[in-house]
């Protein structure tokens, strides 16, 4: 599955938008057309969205042509506050975002800057899809075999540019043999669930059921789930995690039934400059997401609507933090963090 790749200076993003439907490529020439992609959710997922916006950046740095580097650096400045406007909640974006700057600053010329630049942009796909494997090894060691593993939202190829997160975690346990069989939420309001994690798990072959959102405290008080695995946009400081709306739902209702809760996510996920969830700034999507589905009205005229699209979930709900270098406390991620980023 390749939600984007790189060729002849143009980014082609799969439009996930369209899928399960239609298969079809967005060809992306220059930042403008990135930052819309990741704006309008065409690629979509914290590490996916880190992934393009260094092409988009890189892209950019190519159109800023006849400058000194002075000007130069304020151009770039510019291309890259129009990429990291299109999502506040997910760090990957700023991460990549601070590295190309960082970067783009200690060339000598414009011409060394795009050149670095673009070479980053390739680097930091190829590193994702090393980490995303390492990743979901660990995450499999969690998942016991015969077990239903509940999910939440798309983490997989879809969402990383690789292998996947919590996604690449149950992808690899069934790939081991482990015989295990998943719920997938349909997520909405705009099913990622539904749309994109059931395409993968097709895709895949692992067995599955799609189950709604509000169905999840039923199977898990039933008994029928042995683990919960869920991905993460932001990490903060003291442990807390900022992911899909409906996740700290899940993570409360298995903390009631002690059901572990595990969550997946890359080392550019955590953010030591955010020092609990309530310092996360969770962004804050179109009202029609609610009040239409597939363009056809499903609320009366002139309904308001609150549309937030991540919630955050406390460390002490959470069981074990999963990334590409060990499973990890909440507590422990920040120490072990702090020293390798």
């Known amino acids: 599955m390749e939600p984007l790749f790189f060729e002849a200076n143009t980014l082609h993003i799969l439009d996930q938008t369209r899928l399960p439907e239609e298969r079809s490529y967005i060809t992306a020439s220059d930042h403008a057309r990135v930052a819309d992609a990741i704006r309008n959710l065409s690629i979509r997922g914290a590490p996916a969205i880190g992934v393009a ?4 950046i890189a892209l950019g740095a190519l159109q800023l042509q006849n400058s000194g580097k002075d000007d130069f650096l304020k151009g770039l400045d510019r291309i890259i506050e129009s990429i990291t406007s299109t999502r506040p909640t997910a760090r990957n974006l700023f991460q990549v975002a601070e590295r190309m700057r960082l970067l783009a600053s200690r060339a ?3 011409s060394h800057a795009r050149a670095i630049l673009l070479a980053e942009a390739k680097s930091l796909h190829s590193a994702q899809k090393e980490q995303d ?4 090894r660990y995450g499999a060691e969690l998942i016991p075999p015969g077990a239903t593993v509940l999910t939440h939202c798309n983490t997989g190829s879809l969402a990383t540019g690789g292998y996947g997160t919590a996604l690449g975690a149950i992808k690899l346990a069934h790939e081991q043999g482990k015989r ?3 719920l997938a939420t349909e997520t909405r309001p705009l099913l990622q669930g ?4 059931a395409f993968e798990l097709e895709e895949s072959g692992v067995p599955f ?7 999840a405290g039923y199977f898990i008080a039933k008994g029928e789930v042995q683990l919960v695995i ?4 932001r990490i903060a400081l003291n442990g807390d995690t ?7 739902t899940i993570a409360t209702l298995a903390g009631q039934y002690k059901v572990p809760f595990y969550i997946a996510a890359p080392f550019s996920t955590f953010d030591p400059a955010t020092k609990t969830g309530e310092d996360i700034k969770i962004e804050e999507r179109s009202p029609e997401e609610l009040t239409r589905m597939a363009c056809v009205r499903v609320a009366p005229a002139g309904v308001h609507a609150l549309n937030p699209a991540f919630d955050v979930t406390p460390a002490r709900l959470i069981t074990a933090l999963v990334t590409e270098r060990g499973i990890f406390q909440p507590e422990e991620l920040s120490r072990q963090a702090i020293r390798l980023l």
């Open 242 to 248: 900022a992911n899909k709306i409906g996740t700290f």
């Open 53 to 56: 916006a260094g092409y988009g």
């Open 230 to 233: 869920t991905g993460a946009d």
């Open 108 to 110: 000598a010329t414009p």
């Open 194 to 197: 539904a749309r994109l994690t």
């Open 133 to 136: 494997l390492d990743l979901s």
């Open 180 to 182: 295990i069989h998943v």
């Open 209 to 215: 059921h799609l189950i709604a959102d509000s169905a």
